[in-house]
């Protein structure tokens, strides 16, 4: 009897303890809002912009700055070839860690793209609450960014990581392009437009 009643409290023992999937919370509770919904208003940035005087410095080889709101900077490198860089914050816009993790990284390396670029490598910046979730949640972020960075032919090349409030995975890939024609602008000497391509894509680059 005694080896009965023990049996039957094991068993309601193990019915009632919380398992590590129902102490877990849900990414998208633990985030005031989903993915690039979360951005500053443009009209807002651009207060920030101007009254910080982050456009002081603009040196001739930018050939895409802050000035335009695109998707990337690209910096010129020599007569052929260029830099595309940019940073792209997420929050979560999906319960399942690794598919947060895929979206993050594919949005970041989208921008790159878009620019004609093609990616080298990229930085990742995660900031999670590591006192809510499981080590096991947030290495899944990250391999979720690190299968869409080697399905690109890219490295995760460092980053860096912080204990935050609100789970937020950022990634910065850089790439390189080339310049095939340019359009130079008489009375400033400057290219107006460069044109760029890389084995994905082509894009135009304009200068004021």
Known sequence: MIQTLA???????????????????????????????CKIAPG???????????????????????ETADDAAVYQLNDSQALVATTDFFMPIVDDPYEFGRIAATNALSDVYAMGGR??????????????????????????????CR????????????????????????????????????ARGRATCWFWRSRWAWGCIRRP
Not at 11 to 30: D, E, K, V, Y
Not at 121 to 129: F, I, R, S, T
């Open 151 to 186: 399905a690109a032919g890219i490295p995760i090349a460092g980053g860096h990581t912080i204990d935050s409030v609100e789970p937020i995975t950022a990634w910065s890939p850089w790439a390189w392009c080339t310049r095939i024609a340019c359009a130079a602008t008489p």
């Open 7 to 37: 049996h039957s409290q094991l068993r309601i023992a193990m019915t009632a303890a919380p398992t590590a999937s129902t102490l877990t919370p849900r990414l998208t509770s633990l985030s005031h809002g989903g993915g690039c919904g």
């Open 119 to 148: 990616p080298i490598m990229a930085l990742a910046l995660v900031a999670m609450p590591v006192n809510q979730l499981p080590v096991d949640v947030i290495a899944a972020i990250i391999r979720g960014g690190q299968d869409v």
């Open 44 to 66: 807002v940035l651009a207060q920030i912009l101007q009254s910080s005087g982050a456009a002081g410095v603009m040196p001739p080889e930018l050939l895409v700055g802050i």
